[in-house]
């Protein structure tokens, strides 16, 4: 059996109706693992310096997931969704898909392409 993994903190845009729909579809399976302490949700727009200890700041948090782990651990865009993954039961065998070294490359490679067009739509739309 391995050991759980560390707490995992994800700040997010709730402002963004994509961001906010991802979480809210998942937020059943999320569930289990929010009651068991392994995840907590965050809104960025209500702790904008969160996370200026790691150079990032809130348009940064606004364009890609971020998440820190109980370990001080920073994931951002992709690797934070293979994180909670690896959190969310029955998704784990995709956090460990996503960790494989070419599939990860692809997956943040996808990732960021997609963050950033959705990051320009939200500015446009004035979701901030």
């Not at 759980?4 to 999320?30: E, F, H, M, S």
Request: glycine share 10%; charged share 25%.
């Amino acid at each position: 059996m391995t050991a759980p993994l560390p707490k995992l903190t994800v700040w997010y845009n709730t402002r963004c109706p994509v961001c906010n729909a991802g979480i809210d579809w998942q937020r059943n399976r999320l569930v289990q693992a929010a009651r068991a302490g392994a995840i907590e949700f965050r809104d960025i727009n209500l702790e904008p310096d969160a996370l200026v200890r790691f150079g990032a700041n809130v348009e940064d948090i606004r364009r890609r997931l971020h998440g820190v782990d109980a370990d001080g651990r920073l994931y951002v865009g992709a690797d934070c969704a293979a994180a909670i993954w690896l959190r969310t039961p029955g998704d784990a065998w995709l956090g460990r898909l996503a960790g494989l070294p070419v599939v990860g490359s692809l997956a943040r490679f996808g990732y960021d392409r997609f963050a950033d067009i959705l990051y320009a739509w939200n500015r446009r739309k004035g979701h901030w």
